[in-house]
C-alpha cells in the first residue's frame, strides 16, 4: 500500500534549508506592508480548468492551493490541501482534506468543491483547456461523447451526464476517485492547477469568475483582472494553508515582450522577470550579478523521425543523423550557452533521470555516423527538416543540424519546411511531414512516465511519429501500476532504454529558464515549472 | 456647405460594410485552426473542439458568420474573443490608450515641426537651416524600432527622467517619449515640407507687394506667407493623424502601452475576427472623418477654396 501523508515526506531538511537560504536570515518580515511586481505575459485565462499555459498558472497558483504541490528540488510530491492520498491498488484513490479551510469569501472547502470543479473541467460543452487531464477518470467518456464521423456533417451527441462516475464524495472532507487503469503518479498530477477546487459562486457565472476567480490561496483578488495592464492580488487574511505570504501584496504587470520587460527590470520599475529573452543572457550575467537566477526547466527539444516514412525504417539511417549532430555547439551558437544539451528522454529535474541513458548514439562522432550512414544506404532525395514558425530560433538551428549532416554526412540536398504555429501539430499527426521534424515537449508533471507514455505510448496523445513498441507499453503500465513513485522508475528506465534504442527521436537539448530580479526583493524561488513561489517572496 | 458634409458623411456607410466585409474575409482566410493554436501542443477532445467550435461559429460558411457577425453590431454586439472578453470593452480601452498616443506624437509633429521649418525657412542656407536639414534627413532615415529602443535606454534607464515602460504615469508623462518616437518621422517630414513651401513663398509676387506696402516683417510672416504655406503640411498632418493611429503597433510594443496596436498584433495571430474587424473598421472610420476635417480645413486656411454641393472642390 503507498501512502502519502503530510509532514511524512523525506524532503523536510532540504526544503527548510532551501527557505532558510532565500529568506537571508530576514527574520520575521512576516507582517510587512509592501508589495512587490512580477513581470507577465497576458493570460488566456483565469479559471483554473481553463487555463493551460505557464502565465495564467502562475497567477492561479497565487490564488489557489493544490491538493499537492512538487518539491522544487527533487519533483517528489508534497501535501498542500490533503491530508492524506492513499491507494491500495493504484487504481481506486482516497483523498482527505485538511480542516479548517476556506475560500477568500469564507466558504468553506469541502469534497465536493473538489469533485464539483473537477466534473465542470472534464464536461466537454464547456470546452475548458485543462478538459483533457481528466481523461483517466472513470465515466469521463460520458462527458465526452465522440464525434461519430470525425470532421463530418454529423455532430458528437450531447453528453448524458455531466457527473463522472469515478467521484464519489464520501464525507465532507474525503472523495474517492476510480481511474480506468492503476496510475503510481497520480498524487503527483494533482499537483497541477487545473485540479484545484472551486467555490460554489464560480458555478453562477464562470466568466465572470474568470475575470476575478475567488480562490483559497496565500493570496486574493485586489479588484479585478484589468486586461494588458495588471493583476492586483492582496495577502488573504483568512489563510490557514501550509505557504501563508510574507508581502502584503503583489502585481503581475504585463508586458507584450520580455525585451521591454528586461529593461523596465534594469530601471527597477518591475522586481521579478521570470523569463530575461535569449539575447540578452550574457548581458544580464553581467548586469544583474547575484539577481541572476538560472533554473533547470522540464521542457525538453527532440529531433523526431517520421517512422511512417520507408526511408527511415533503417535504424542506423536514425543512429547515423543523431551522431552527426553537434548539440554542444548549436546550444551555444543559437542558445547562447542558455540551454543544456541532452542525451536523455526526460529532463534533469525528473526523478529518475540519466546523465546518459543513451550513450554512443546520442554522442557526436562524425567519422561513427558516416559509415553507420553509409551502412544504411544513405537517404534517397532530398531531406526535408520540419518545424513550425512560432520562434525564429528554430529555423536557427534546423540550419545548423543541416549543415552538420550536409558537413558529416555528406547528404547534398536538405530543404527547410517552416509551417505556421497553428498548423503544425495538426501537419504532424496527420503524418503530412516528409522528414525529421522538431518535437518539443512541455511536461504536464515531473514523472518519467509523463516523458514516455504520451510521446512513444501506443495510444500516447501526441505520439505522432508512428512509434509502437508493445515491450516498451507493456514496460509503461507497469510502472504505472507499481507500487511506489520509486518503484516505477526502474520500469520507466527500462523503457526509455528500449525507445532510446530504436530511437524514434533523437533527444537534443533541455530548455534552462534564466531569471532576474530588482534589489527590492528577496526570497526568489523559481521552481522547474518556470513557476515563481510567490508566498516566499520578502520585500525590503 | 453643409450639403457638402452631409454627402460626405454618408459616403461613409459603404466604405464601412466594405472594409468590414473585406477584412472580414481576409482573416477567414488566414491559415490554422485557431481552437488547435489555443491548446498549446497539448491533445483537444472532440467534444471540447465541437464546443468551441459551436460558441464561435467556426463550423459556418463564410458569409453566415459575416451575417452573424454584422447582425450581433445592428444590436451593440461586437462579438467577443477567443478567450471570452468583449471585445467592445477590449477596444475602448485599446483606443483611448492608442488615442492619447497619437494625439501626442501629433502635437509634436504640429508643434516642433511647423516651428523647426519656418525656423529654418526664414534662415534659408544658414546654419540653423543645415541643422535642421540634416537632423531631420537623420530621422527619416532610422527605422522607429532603433530610435524607439535608443530612446528607452537612453532617456529612460541612463538618464531617468521619464518612464521606460507602461502608462502607470497617465498622460501626459508616460505618453511624452513614446509620442515622440512614434512623430519622430512625421515631425521631420513637416518641418521639411513648412521650410520649403514657406520659402517658396517669401519669393512670391503677393509677399513683395506686402512688403514694398512697408508692412512689418512679422505680419508679413506670420499672416500672408504662412497661413498660405500650410496647406500642404495640413494636408499631410490630417492623413498622417490616421498613419499615427495605425502605425503605432511597434511604438506600442517597445514601450508596453496597451493600445489597439497590441490587441491587433496579438488578435491577427490568433485569427480573432471579430477583434480584427472591430479595430479597423474603428480605423478607417476614424481616418475618412479626419480626412473630411482636413478638407473643410483648406477653406479656413484659404480664401478662395469653396465647397461644391456637387463634393467636387472648385
Known amino acids: 500500500m503507498k501512502r502519502f501523508v503530510h509532514g511524512r515526506l523525506g524532503v523536510g531538511l ?264 535569449a539575447a540578452k543572457v550574457p548581458s544580464a550575467k553581467r548586469d544583474l550579478g547575484e539577481r541572476f537566477l538560472d533554473t533547470p526547466a522540464g521542457t525538453m527539444d527532440f529531433l523526431a523521425f517520421p517512422l511512417y516514412d520507408k526511408r527511415f525504417d533503417d535504424v542506423n539511417l536514425r543512429y547515423a543523423i543523431s551522431m552527426a549532430i553537434d548539440r554542444e555547439a548549436i546550444t551555444k551558437a543559437v542558445y547562447n550557452g542558455a540551454y543544456k544539451s541532452s542525451k536523455s528522454l526526460v529532463a534533469p529535474i525528473v526523478p529518475g533521470f540519466r546523465d546518459d541513458p543513451c550513450g554512443q548514439h ?28 512560432s520562434d525564429p530560433t528554430y529555423r536557427q538551428w534546423m540550419e545548423a543540424v543541416a549543415n552538420q549532416l550536409k558537413q558529416n554526412l555528406g547528404i547534398s540536398e536538405i530543404k527547410f519546411r517552416s509551417i505556421p504555429a497553428a498548423d503544425y501539430l495538426t501537419t504532424l499527426s496527420e503524418h503530412k511531414a516528409t522528414g525529421p521534424y522538431r518535437q518539443n515537449w512541455v511536461m504536464d508533471y515531473p514523472s518519467a512516465e509523463n516523458y514516455l507514455g504520451p510521446l512513444y505510448g501506443r495510444d500516447g496523445g501526441s505520439n505522432r511519429g508512428g512509434y509502437s513498441n508493445p515491450q516498451v507499453d507493456a514496460l509503461i503500465s507497469k510502472g504505472n501500476g507499481a507500487k511506489s513513485i520509486r518503484e516505477s522508475i526502474t520500469y520507466y528506465q527500462q523503457a526509455e532504454d528500449l525507445v532510446l534504442k530504436d530511437m524514434p527521436v533523437t533527444p537534443l537539448w533541455n530548455w534552462r529558464q534564466q531569471s532576474g530580479h530588482s534589489d527590492n526583493v528577496s526570497g526568489i524561488l523559481i521552481d522547474p515549472y518556470i513557476q515563481l513561489h510567490v508566498d516566499k517572496v520578502v520585500v525590503k | 456647405m453643409w450639403r457638402y458634409v452631409a454627402r460626405r458623411l454618408l459616403q461613409i456607410v459603404p466604405v464601412f460594410i466594405g472594409t468590414t466585409f473585406l477584412i472580414y474575409a481576409l482573416v477567414f482566410a488566414l491559415p490554422g485552426d485557431p481552437i488547435q493554436a489555443l491548446s498549446g501542443g497539448k491533445p483537444v477532445p472532440d467534444s471540447v473542439l465541437q464546443a468551441l467550435r459551436d460558441r464561435y461559429h467556426l463550423d459556418e460558411p463564410l458569409l453566415v458568420q459575416y451575417a452573424l457577425y454584422l447582425g450581433g453590431l445592428l444590436t451593440g454586439d461586437f462579438g467577443e474573443t477567443f478567450t471570452g472578453q468583449d471585445v467592445f470593452t477590449l477596444m475602448s480601452e485599446g483606443w483611448a490608450v492608442t488615442a492619447q498616443l497619437a494625439i501626442t506624437a501629433w502635437l509634436f509633429e504640429l508643434v516642433l515641426g511647423v516651428s523647426l521649418g519656418v525656423l529654418a525657412g526664414l534662415n534659408r542656407g544658414r546654419a540653423l537651416d543645415t541643422l535642421v536639414l540634416a537632423g531631420t534627413t537623420l530621422v527619416i532615415a532610422v527605422p522607429v524600432f532603433v530610435v524607439g529602443y535608443t530612446a528607452q535606454l537612453l532617456v529612460g534607464l541612463k538618464l531617468g527622467v521619464l518612464p521606460t515602460a507602461g502608462i502607470d504615469e497617465g498622460w501626459p508623462v508616460s505618453y511624452v517619449l513614446p509620442g515622440l518616437v512614434l512623430g519622430a518621422f512625421g515631425l521631420a517630414y513637416v518641418a521639411r515640407l513648412t521650410r520649403t513651401s514657406l520659402a517658396e513663398n517669401l519669393r512670391a509676387d503677393y509677399v513683395r507687394t506686402a512688403v514694398a506696402k512697408g508692412l512689418p516683417r512679422r505680419r508679413v510672416v506670420l499672416r500672408h506667407t504662412l497661413r498660405n504655406s500650410l496647406i500642404p503640411v495640413v494636408t499631410y498632418l490630417g492623413i498622417d493623424f490616421g498613419n499615427l493611429l495605425a502605425g503605432a503597433v511597434v511604438t506600442e510594443g517597445i514601450f508596453n502601452l496597451p493600445g489597439i496596436g497590441q490587441q491587433v498584433f496579438s488578435a491577427i495571430q490568433s485569427k480573432e475576427g471579430p477583434m480584427v474587424v472591430g479595430v479597423t473598421t474603428f480605423l478607417v472610420l476614424a481616418f475618412l472623418l479626419v480626412n473630411l476635417i482636413v478638407d473643410l480645413l483648406y477653406g479656413v486656411l484659404d480664401p478662395r477654396i469653396r465647397y461644391a454641393g456637387s463634393g467636387a472642390r472648385a
Open chain 1, 362 to 389: 546520442c554522442t557526436y562522432d562524425p567519422t561513427g555516423a558516416k559509415a553507420l550512414y553509409d551502412k544504411a544506404g544513405g537517404i534517397d532525395g532530398p531531406l526535408e527538416l520540419w518545424f513550425s514558425n
Open chain 1, 14 to 277: 532540504a526544503a527548510l534549508a532551501l527557505v532558510a537560504a532565500a529568506c537571508g536570515g530576514g527574520g520575521s518580515e512576516e507582517s510587512t506592508t509592501k508589495t512587490f511586481s512580477v513581470a507577465l505575459t497576458e493570460p488566456a485565462h483565469l479559471n483554473p480548468g481553463d487555463s493551460n499555459e505557464s502565465y495564467g498558472i502562475q497567477v492561479i497558483q497565487s490564488l489557489f492551493d493544490r491538493l499537492t504541490e512538487l518539491d522544487p528540488k527533487t519533483g517528489e510530491p508534497k501535501m498542500q490541501q490533503a491530508e492524506s492520498i492513499t491507494s491500495n491498488d493504484q487504481k481506486v484513490w482516497t483523498i482527505k482534506l485538511k480542516p479548517g479551510l476556506t475560500f477568500h469569501n469564507g466558504e468553506k472547502v469541502t469534497a465536493q468543491s473538489y469533485v464539483d470543479a473537477w466534473n465542470a473541467a472534464a464536461y466537454g460543452p464547456n470546452g475548458w483547456a485543462n478538459n483533457y487531464f481528466f481523461g483517466n477518470i472513470e465515466g469521463y467518456d460520458a462527458l465526452n461523447p465522440e464525434d461519430p464521423d470525425e470532421d463530418g456533417p454529423k455532430e458528437a451527441p450531447k453528453p448524458e451526464s455531466d457527473e463522472m462516475s469515478g467521484l464519489k464524495v464520501t464525507d465532507e472532507s474525503t472523495f474517492e476517485v476510480t481511474l480506468t487503469a492503476p496510475l503510481s503518479q497520480f498524487p503527483l498530477t494533482l499537483a497541477y492547477t487545473g485540479f484545484v477546487a472551486l467555490p460554489k459562486v464560480a458555478f453562477d457565472d464562470f466568466k465572470k469568475f474568470d475575470q476575478a476567480p475567488i480562490g483559497n490561496g496565500p493570496f486574493q483578488m485586489d479588484g479585478v483582472w484589468q486586461h494588458n495592464r495588471e493583476i492586483k492580488l492582496k495577502r488573504f487574511a483568512g489563510y490557514k494553508g501550509n505557504r501563508p505570504a510574507k508581502a502584503a501584496g503583489l502585481v503581475y504587470k504585463i508586458y507584450p515582450n520580455n525585451d521591454t520587460a528586461y529593461t523596465d527590470l534594469q530601471a527597477g520599475k518591475v522586481d521579478v522577470l521570470l523569463t530575461i529573452p
